[in-house]
């Protein structure tokens, strides 16, 4: 008999937001597992958005950039330092991602932009781009016949970009701080781009303007604009873009010249909050849709939010829910089809535009059984392989997973892609996250061990090695390959356990009469 103890240590964490009013789920925790090059799984399993070039799918989590051109076989991951990915945007051939760290030694996730990086040759080379910044004398700002005072934010805490979108040969960068900018020479230069304030409705350059440009009061009583904080982006031609922010939606129909804005309080029929996270565009219907969060108005509510008249009348669904992401299925002719909705209760669809919504089941790979934990979804996208096949991707705060979709709606082949430590011996286990958060993830247990199937008996223990929940009890499992268990932080009878550590004890039953203890005391892997 085979024993491996394992030390666990849980605990919940206390996450302190930068800024005022910013949902407390924008920022994903960072991680040290580092990976490099070609790989069997993306890079890391917070993930935070999830694109296409052509059929290659790439995925930005919170520890790199991953790439994959064999729907998950394998992957190319791309590491930019110690950085994270907080933007993803990819136009035709050319990727571009925007990188963050929390700042050091503060109590508070003070978010701080690291540059930008972008790639002309599907991720064969990368230039470097600095985080776009004022100057310190950037004290004002022409926008048509006027000259706006403006705050100088001349550091990149609170700057990081946040989404990237196109408009031709254009690239633009919503960055929280730091400003709504535009580059027409592959980030050579950038132009800031004038928004109107909280108490306008609209802008253009003939009006005669008297506000100041400023997303906080500074130390110089400027005005504090939420709508001067930034956060998504979506182009619909070379012309029309709306933008996202802590204030609504904005629209601009001359390629970012002149403003209309729509939020929850300046309409009829608006949008469900003001914070807008995330925009995405159905082509076929002509419709956009918004993860509209509540930001300062009573009546705001969280929410997906959709507009089919272009802004000028909204539909509100899935009320209450955190909304992070929004894309669609296609049907047989390529044009968009059903509704996905990630959110922080899993990942919703829609077959019929919103009237009913339905939540995807569990997600465990047919070939390894390993179970995806996590329920906040942050991303989701869908495409179309060369088999005319829905290829649903998902990506979480605790994992990736993907759906071929071939026998109807959530039914086909499932896979998930969980980001850990290679396994170095034939009788080995790992625990990841570690530590990690009860209630809201749960914790991998991966095992191997050589020969053929065993019998199987995995143990939590508290410090006073007291039982606290059996995970399995022996149950049969294949030898000569990884095998994943789960254990969500509770105890048999259903209670979260307390803060602390906790040791895991995994019993591999032999035919061979003999026992060893392998103790593990510093085995805390970050996933």
């Not at 619909?236 to 922010?245: K, L, P, R, W």
């Not at 869908?382 to 705060?397: H, M, P, V, Y």
Request: contains cysteine.
């Amino acid at each position: 008999m085979l024993k491996i103890f394992l030390s666990i240590l849980l605990g919940l964490v206390s996450t302190n937001l930068f800024g005022q009013a910013i949902p407390n789920s924008i920022y994903l925790e960072r991680n040290k597992l580092n990976k490099i090059a070609e790989d069997a799984t993306p890079s890391g399993n917070a993930v935070e958005y999830i694109e296409f070039m052509g059929t290659d799918v790439w995925i930005a989590t919170s520890i790199g950039l991953s790439k994959s051109t064999d729907a998950g076989e394998t992957w190319t991951n791309y590491k930019f330092g110690d950085e994270g990915i907080s933007a993803l945007g990819i136009n035709r051939d050319t990727v571009w991602v925007a990188t963050w760290h929390p700042l050091e030694n503060s109590d508070d996730v003070v978010p701080v932009g690291t540059g930008l990086h972008y790639s002309a040759d599907k991720g064969e080379t990368w230039i470097d781009i600095p985080q776009p910044v004022d100057a310190k004398n950037d004290s004002s700002i022409v926008y048509g016949i006027n000259t706006l005072r403006a705050l100088p934010l001349p550091v990149p805490e609170g700057n990081f970009t946040r989404d990237i979108e196109f408009m031709g040969n254009t690239v633009w960068i919503a960055s929280f701080y730091g400003g709504l900018r535009k580059s027409s020479d592959v980030g050579k230069t950038w132009q800031k781009v004038v928004l109107p304030p909280d108490y306008l409705d609209s802008i253009a350059p003939t009006d005669t303007l008297n506000f100041t440009v400023s997303p906080s009061e500074g130390t110089l009583k400027f005005e504090s604009n939420l709508n001067h904080r930034f956060f998504s982006l979506k182009s619909i031609n070379d012309s029309t873009i709306f933008v996202g922010t802590a204030n609504g939606i904005n629209k601009s129909t001359d390629g970012g010249i002149s403003w209309i804005k729509f939020n929850h309080q300046n309409q009829t029929n608006p949008i469900s909050g003001n914070f807008v996270l995330k925009l995405d565009y159905d082509v076929s219907r002509n419709t956009i849709w918004a993860a509209t969060w509540k930001a300062e108005g009573e009546t705001e509510f969280y929410g997906l939010s959709s507009t089919s008249d272009l802004g000028n009348n909204w539909k509100t669904f899935l009320a209450s829910e955190n909304v992070h992401d929004v894309a669609f299925t296609k049907n047989a002719n390529g044009n968009e089809d059903n509704i996905l909705v990630a959110t922080d209760k899993g990942t919703f669809r829609s077959a019929d535009l919103g009237k009913t919504f339905t939540l995807a089941p569990q997600m465990q790979d047919e070939n390894t059984n390993v179970i995806l934990n996590s329920n906040k979804f942050r991303a989701v996208n869908a495409i179309l392989d060369n088999s005319n096949i829905n290829n649903i991707w998902f990506g979480s705060e605790g994992g990736t997973a993907l759906l071929k979709e071939t026998n109807g709606i959530w039914k086909g082949n499932w896979r998930v892609f969980l980001s850990s430590p290679a396994l170095e011996s034939g009788s080995e286990a790992i625990a990841f996250p570690n530590p990690f958060k009860p209630g809201d993830e749960q914790i991998n247990i991966k095992y191997s061990f050589n020969g053929d199937s065993k019998s199987i008996t995995i143990r939590i223990f508290d410090f006073g090695m007291n039982l606290v929940k059996t995970i399995i009890q022996n149950a049969n499992r294949v030898g000569g390959r990884e095998n994943t268990e789960n254990w969500n932080g509770r105890d048999e009878n259903n209670n979260i356990v307390p803060n602390g550590v906790y040791f895991l004890e995994l019993i591999m039953a032999t035919t061979i009469n003999h026992m060893v203890k392998l103790w593990c005391s510093n085995n805390e892997i970050d996933q």
